[in-house]
């Protein structure tokens, strides 16, 4: 699923005109671990760097974690904390 996340933060520092040393040292990363993960060959960073990437490329910060197959805190939390709404949501998912 990360194979879309690539793309879609290149596109977006792109969009920006930033290198990626820039965004990599903005969040305190590698170029080349950035490199690698708009490349699709390594996993893709923390929810807080995926955050830090959407502020700094002006993303959404939800999409960019459904890009790389992870569940937001917040939402993990509340369903975790609130079973009765997994019904609504896999009806939700099926349509």
């Known amino acids: 699923m990360f194979n879309q996340l690539g793309p879609e933060l290149r596109l977006l520092r792109q969009s920006k005109g930033l290198r990626q040393r820039a965004v990599a040292d903005f969040i305190h990363v590698s170029r080349g671990f950035l490199s690698q ?6 996993a ?6 995926l ?30 904390t609130r079973p009765e709404l997994w019904p609504a949501i896999r009806l939700s998912a099926t349509r």
Not at 56 to 74: C, E, H, R, Y
Request: charged share 30%.
């Open 51 to 80: 955050r830090e990437l959407a502020e700094v490329l002006g993303g959404d910060p939800d999409k960019l974690l459904a890009l790389a197959g992870k569940l937001p805190t917040d939402l993990h939390d509340a369903l975790v």
């Open 44 to 49: 893709p960073p923390s929810e807080a760097k």
């Open 37 to 42: 993960v708009e490349s699709g060959v390594s």
